[in-house]
RNA sequence: GGUCCCUUCGUCUAGGGGUUAGGACGCAAGAUUUUCAUUCUUGAAACAGGGGUUCGAUUCCCCUAGGGACUGCCA
């Protein structure tokens, strides 16, 4: 029943950008084959010739590399049982498909998709559901209604086709999934779904899928849970090939839902509702662009470590996890059956738990860019103490600029409200007694400065907090940013003057 | 509609026959910060409903309700 060494695929189809539910269940399958010592294997499921997006392929595998799921086995890396593209098995699953043919678990169907649909409407109109099953099969265009002759006649006319699964009548089909336990089906509820179409010579996900999963090896199939009312289908094939002592355990896991809990996340949500669905930025065919987390600000490790918590759980209260760790705790009994919203303000959580661990100077380095772009050029060792100052309090790299433009830029306004609370009469006069002191200040540390201003404010009868305030007004252009005497420090004697002249002239 | 899955604070979740039902995000308050933030403390906040089983159910069973997935010559 179980084969030795752990083989796992994650096995997207290349019609789009991968999205962050797919992500999570790459990551679940590299992570289950990391704690076993398995295989983590990639495998294009390209079946579906009218979707193909043609730079979809290079995203996942960008993705993936961004993230740091290292792919064991698949295009790119090649392996023992490639290869790893579907439309590269075409054969295979053809030879397949014949057996299924030969043994009576399948047949050949005519009828045209425009015929489905009229029938389908039909239907509908008359408040009843088509099912292509053993209660319409034989009154429709089939090798069970046609007859071998007939059959015969129309392939070699060139008439195209596809192969549909015979449902045998009343099976009870019993499951068992990794996260849900025992799940059962009756066959009678299920129908003749299309395995092979004679158009582009290519199986469906169906048919290929269980061909591959076989001929790879597969041990644990790891996938969303929008794919267990396929299982009993999936079951009836391995049976029907006669694998079923080697087929795959399946785990199906909960979905990833909308912030909003009405319905699946999918590719259309990212940006409506401010936050990326997709791992990194993705530009379609056509020019259309939508954001990724990467773009975003996202460190990879906060992506890993907030979707590796969407639905799983070590059942300890760590929240923070590297990959390693992840791989090392992961288990299948701990996901979670039921669907998780995600939760955008927790993801900027994750991320910001990952800023605050680097150091000043990894933070420096990846803020530097973005001061270079403003055309700022700033003293690395500098800019290290300033993002120290202020890592705290910012989730993104990119937040860190609102937080530090006044070390680098003279602010150009003052804030309206402190203005009218600090700027009261005799406080211009002082601040500049007061840039006068500090003129004179020979020893320009924060201890000193503080000493020495305290000293003046005191003698003269001013109020420490508001001309505290009022010269933060003045150096920051209102009432935020890091410890004052440091802003003070950090931008030296002649900008600290400058700018408390330059506000009492510009205040009025 | 049919089939299947799911249901603990607003969200992610722990727990599991007897608990003050725990943590995290977010939110609120207080303390500290002579500013902003951080930090610390505190608070509000949940077992969907109804039946069983049981001495005792949030926990086990059933039903109902609600939510979700699937229902394609898509994956």
Request: net charge negative.
């Amino acid at each position: 029943m179980t084969r030795s060494k752990v083989r796992v695929r994650f096995a997207p189809s290349p019609t789009g950008p991968l999205h962050i539910g797919g992500v999570r269940t790459a990551l679940f399958n590299y992570l289950f084959a990391k704690k076993h010592g398995g295989t983590f294997i990639l495998r294009i499921e390209d079946t579906d010739s009218t979707r193909f997006v043609s730079n979809a392929e290079e995203y996942i595998n960008e993705s993936l590399a961004w993230l740091g799921l290292t792919v064991d086995e698949g295009v790119k890396e090649g392996g023992p049982f490639g290869p790893y593209k579907q439309s590269e098995r075409k054969a295979i699953y053809k030879q397949y498909a014949n057996l299924l043919l030969e043994r009576g678990w399948a047949y050949y169907a005519f009828d045209t998709p425009e015929q489905l649909d009229a029938l389908r409407a039909q239907c509908e109109a008359e408040k009843r559901t088509f099912a292509y099953d053993i209660s319409t099969r034989t009154s429709l265009c089939n090798s069970l209604s046609l007859g071998d002759e007939e059959t015969q006649r129309r392939i070699s006319a060139g008439e195209p086709y596809v192969i549909r699964f015979k449902m045998p009548e009343n099976v009870l089909v019993k499951a068992s999934d990794l996260v849900r336990g025992d799940v059962t089906f009756n066959t009678n509820t299920l129908d003749d779904k299309v395995l092979y179409k004679s158009a582009d010579e290519l199986p469906t996900y169906h048919l290929a899928n269980i061909v591959d999963d076989h001929l790879m090896e597969i041990t644990h199939v790891i996938r969303g849970e929008e794919w267990l009312p396929s299982v009993p289908l999936h079951v009836m094939l391995y049976r029907a090939f006669g694998w079923e002592e080697t087929m795959p355990q399946f785990a199906h896991l909960p979905l990833i839902l909308k912030p909003s809990g009405k319905g699946k996340l999918s590719k259309r949500d990212g940006d409506k509702d401010g936050f990326p669905v997709f791992p990194l930025e993705y530009t379609s065919p056509e020019g259309e662009v939508a954001s990724g987390y990467r773009e975003s600000g996202y460190f990879p490790e906060a992506v890993i470590n907030l979707l590796a918590l969407l639905g799983w759980n070590p059942g300890t209260e760590q929240e923070i996890f590297s990959v390693e760790q992840l791989a090392e705790i992961f288990t299948i009994e701990r996901v979670n059956k039921s669907g998780a919203r995600f939760d955008p303000e927790k993801a900027k959580w994750f991320n910001h738990q990952y800023l605050i661990q680097k150091s000043d100077a990894q933070l420096a380095a990846l803020f530097m860019p973005l001061l270079e772009q403003k055309g700022i050029a700033v003293d690395s060792q500098k800019l290290q103490t300033i993002v120290g100052l202020v890592k705290e309090r910012v989730n993104f790299v990119s937040e860190l600029w609102e937080q530090t433009h006044f070390f680098f830029e003279a602010p150009t306004a003052y804030d309206d409200k402190v203005v009218q609370k600090r700027w009261k009469d005799g406080v211009p006069a002082f601040m500049l007694q007061l840039a006068d002191l500090l003129n004179e200040q020979p020893d320009w540390t924060v201890e000193a400065l503080k000493h020495a201003a305290s000293e003046l404010i005191s003698s003269n009868g001013q109020n420490f907090g508001n001309i505290m305030n009022a010269l933060r007004l003045a150096l920051v252009g209102g009432s935020f940013g890091p410890d004052l005497f440091t802003i003070v420090e950090l931008l030296g004697k002649d900008e600290t003057i400058k700018r408390i002249r330059a506000a009492v002239e510009t205040i009025k």
